[in-house]
């Protein structure tokens, strides 16, 4: 399962969903994608029962680099979005430490996350973003396909 975080009405916080629909026609059939909004309660609902979870993220750093991509285990990525890195009221860090605490974090689960700079509402993905979209969307692709090798060996 792929989950792009983001509001692609709020400029670069669009850049998971923009991965998503990058992904259609790149992964193997069964793959589910979906879309969301990064809400931890709807997050939760959306990988119950998936054995993999690929997410795709938007993320404020300071010094931002907007554009920079960044591999992060659920582990790393609960560490590093905790608080005000994130680009939503609750981010990916409360998330994930909601679903280790309710045991509901899937067995594998990674993060892709992007830097990004400007998330205005009725902005567009920035042109740091957008030439640095091909290079997400590969390292995305390349989680699914080990993924996948991955449960069709057992």
Do not use: F, K
Not at 67 to 75: D, R
């Amino acid at each position: 399962m792929v989950i792009g975080v983001g509001n692609p009405l709020r400029g670069d916080d669009g850049v998971g969903p923009a991965a998503v629909e990058a992904m259609r026609g790149r992964v193997p059939d069964g793959t589910v994608l979906a879309v969301s909004d990064g809400e931890p309660a709807r997050m939760l609902d959306l990988w119950r029962g998936a054995d993999t979870v690929v997410v795709v993220e938007a993320l404020r750093a300071r010094p931002s680099r907007p554009g920079e991509l960044h591999t992060l285990t659920a582990a790393d990525a609960a560490a590093r979005t905790a608080g005000t890195a994130s680009t939503h009221a609750l981010g990916l860090g409360e998330c994930l430490a909601l679903a280790e605490a309710l045991d509901q974090l899937p067995p594998s689960l990674v993060v892709h996350a992007m830097e990004v700079a400007d998330v205005e509402l009725g902005a567009r993905l920035s042109e740091a973003v957008r030439s640095a979209l091909p290079g997400l969307v590969d390292r995305v692709a390349a989680s699914v396909r080990q993924a996948y090798e991955r449960n069709h060996e057992r």
